[in-house]
């Protein structure tokens, strides 16, 4: 009964860095579904399909709690899956609620009316499905009032972090920060609202400049996950940490290594 962490491909491994610090006794089984990369470019029918299969496949590799460490499938996917496919005594959760509880200074849980927070213009960089699904939007209006959101699509961005080409995905990100910045010229916050995202987030930062707060997903879903399992201990269970894939494993582990920079072996899910 290890944790379930999913992803289309190697941008969760982000989340599952931060939840391993956080939690070291914890077995965590990561799947990436890397046949099927990007989600971002597809519909919001297939990205539902794509990820109930993939719950699944950590459902039956003996997870009870699977994190959706993917921005895409939990804008496009999770409210539909909760509302009718989760089995009772299984849970799935998604990364956007703890990253829109950081930017409104919410504690778990706390459902008390929308109200002013510090942070007026925010600046979301995603995919363009999770960009149109607006998921990020209708969280937010749920806790806050008076928000100016303007979003993003990054077209390209993950598919040249999937194939190891930073030197593109650099030029898309100045790209993209530069059509940003044509829409809102001075956001106060910047969202990286895809798993992806943190591997640039220095040049996020540098493209946005010092007075933009970068707020990026890892360690704020790490936490929140640290408070569900102390609330949930029936959740954890033992069983050991590993890492399944759809692709072909000897590729996908060795982007894993330039991508996170340590020995991360994938096997066949
Ligand atoms: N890393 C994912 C996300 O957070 C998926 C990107 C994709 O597959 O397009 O959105």
Known sequence: MAVGIFDSGLGG????DAAQKRLP???????????????GVRTADDIYELTVKATQTLFDAGCDLVILACNTASAAALRRMQE?????????????????????ERSWGDNSPPREVDVKHVALFATPATVSSRA???????????????AQACGGVVDAIEDGDMILAEALVNSHVDALKRKMPQP???????THYPLMQSQFQAALG??????????????????YLDRRPEMLGGG?????????????????????RRQITFESA
């Open 188 to 194: 106060d916050a910047a969202i990286l609202g895809c």
């Open 210 to 227: 010092d007075n933009v707060k970068v707020y990026s997903q890892a360690n704020l879903v790490a936490e929140s996950l640290a408070d």
């Open 240 to 260: 050991e940490t590993k890492y399944l894939t759809s692709g072909d494993p000897k590729q996908v582990s060795q982007r894993a290594v330039q991508f996170m």
């Open 25 to 39: 006794d914890v077995p965590f089984v990561y799947y990436a579904d890397s046949a099927h990369a990007p989600y």
């Open 136 to 150: 990020f939007q209708r969280e937010l209006a749920f806790r806050a009032v008076g928000v100016d959101v303007e």
């Open 84 to 104: 009718s496919w989760v089995p009772a005594d299984k849970r799935v959760l998604g990364v956007f609620v703890p990253l829109i509880e950081a930017l409104t």
């Open 13 to 16: 491994l982000t989340v599952l």
